[in-house]
T-cell receptor
């Protein structure tokens, strides 16, 4: 059973461009979480999604950031008009419907904004 | 804000037991204690969780005090590959966000 997959692993964007980060959860997992880790800082929750629904987006910045988890395909975290402060590691985690809070994390996408 | 308090760093000799403490004095009756770790630059890894009984799996043991206000994660025979930041997190078992604090940076030394 493959683990959580994220791509790309590294992404470089110039200020003002768009960044699209993809997350494929583990097989059978219908819950997806996105977290961000700024340089030298801790992990911060961003958004929690189930298939086609946003359950909790309390950690998402109000502007430029959006997330989706369609019925088919991976979850997407989209950052529009990136700024240097968006440079960070973005981690996706998944969990199965019946689990508690045991979340399985992907390797992360490291976004660098020039 | 995280609902747990952990020492910022600890050292442990290779082959010895590593005992990582965590205070969670405001834990509520239906909340579990979860432990995760993050090895440098990698995604966090689930280790173990418990409600009130002590728990053991292939990675570690979790000892929770009777009043549930604190717990200890035990790595019985630490190896160099156990060097990581260890996070103690309190939460329910119905899913939802994990609130990471600063964790304990464990350094296992030869």
């Amino acid at each position: 059973n493959a683990g959580v997959m994220q791509n790309p692993r590294h992404l470089v964007r110039r200020r003002g461009q768009e960044a699209r980060l993809r997350c494929s959860p583990m097989k059978g997992h219908s819950h997806v979480y996105w977290y961000r880790q700024l340089p030298e800082e801790g992990l911060k929750f961003m958004v929690y999604l189930q298939k086609e629904n946003i359950i909790d987006e309390s950690g998402m910045p109000k502007e430029r950031f959006s997330a989706e988890f369609p019925k088919e395909g991976p979850s997407i975290l989209r950052i529009q008009q990136v700024v240097r402060g968006d440079s960070a590691a973005y981690f996706c985690a998944s969990s199965p419907l019946t689990a508690g809070n045991e979340q399985f994390f992907g390797p992360g996408t490291r976004l660098t904004v020039l | 804000d995280a609902k747990t308090t952990q020492p910022p760093s600890m050292d442990c000799a290779e082959g010895r037991a590593a005992n990582l403490p965590c205070n969670h004095s405001t834990i509520s009756g239906n909340e579990y204690v979860y432990w995760y770790r993050q090895i440098h630059s990698q995604g966090p890894q689930y280790i173990i969780h418990g409600l009130k009984n002590n728990e053991t799996n292939e990675m570690a043991s979790l000892i929770i005090t009777e009043d549930r206000k604190s717990s200890t994660l035990i790595l019985p025979h630490a190896t160099l590959r156990d060097t990581a930041v260890y996070y103690c997190i309190v939460g329910n078992n119905q899913g939802g966000k994990l609130i990471f604090g600063q964790g304990t940076e464990l350094s296992v030394k030869p």
